[in-house]
């Protein structure tokens, strides 16, 4: 089974990447791009990016799909942006979403 990934939190996202990675064929990862951070402000790429980085794992952007084959599905864990409908309709089978709620409906405050 062939994936692509999409994640940014940094704990749970390199927890379920690393799993995925372990078990299946990741082709492919999508992350948020990096962020300015710390006292100097230097841009910093995600945890997942760096994971995907060492382990050479292809990172694509959002805004474009990429030139591989359709994976048969994608994962989705803590990615925390919107994504797109031309994305959820890519894989060949399905769009597949992990969040970090037991109760994702009945998050946040009351």
């Not at 794992?57 to 799909?65: G, N, V, Y």
């Not at 994305?87 to 037991?102: D, E, G, K, Q, T």
């Amino acid at each position: 089974m062939q994936i692509v990934f999409f994640g940014s939190f940094q704990r749970l996202s390199v927890l379920v990447l690393e799993k995925l990675r372990t078990n299946f064929e990741v082709v492919g990862v999508v992350t948020t791009p990096p962020k300015p951070a710390g006292r100097h402000m230097t841009l910093t790429e995600t945890p997942v990016a760096s994971h995907a980085k060492a382990h050479h794992i292809p990172l694509f952007e959002l805004e474009t799909l990429p030139t591989i084959p359709r994976p048969d599905f994608i994962v989705v864990a803590g990615y925390g942006q919107k994504i797109p409908s031309h994305w959820l309709a890519f894989p060949r089978i399905m769009a597949i979403n992990m969040p970090p709620s037991l109760l994702p409906s009945y998050r946040g405050a009351f």
